[in-house]
């Protein structure tokens, strides 16, 4: 006597739900590759930015320091045409 096992079925018509993944899931693909090189794009432009404005704080704060470290060198005698000399 043989014994007759319960079969499994094969994906039979479980195939065709994938014709409309194929189809619609291209534009889909392209659509959310296509954003997220969008966003790429503006996270590299916002660094660049914080970088730039970091690097001119960085330089106007040393140019200041620079600037208030040289009052304490002599005045220049003021030249001729200057106001209160005649000349």
Do not use: D, N, Q, Y
């Given at each position: 006597?043989?014994?007759?096992?319960?079969?499994?079925?094969?994906?039979?018509?479980?195939?065709?739900l994938?014709?409309?993944?194929?189809?619609?899931?291209?534009p889909?693909?392209?659509?959310?590759?296509?954003?997220?090189?969008?966003?790429?794009w503006?996270?590299?432009?916002?660094?660049?930015?914080?970088?730039?404005?970091?690097?001119?704080l960085?330089?106007?704060?040393?140019?200041?320091?620079?600037?208030?470290?040289?009052?304490?060198?002599?005045?220049?005698?003021?030249?001729?045409?200057?106001?209160?000399?005649?000349g």
């Amino acid at each position: 006597m043989t014994r007759r096992g319960r079969e499994r079925p094969g994906p039979g018509g479980l195939w065709l739900l994938l014709v409309p993944a194929a189809c619609c899931g291209g534009p889909l693909l392209a659509a959310g590759l296509a954003a997220a090189g969008a966003l790429a794009w503006g996270g590299l432009g916002l660094a660049l930015a914080v970088l730039l404005a970091g690097a001119m704080l960085v330089i106007r704060s040393r140019r200041r320091a620079c600037a208030a470290g040289s009052g304490s060198r002599r005045p220049r005698k003021p030249g001729p045409g200057s106001p209160g000399i005649p000349g």
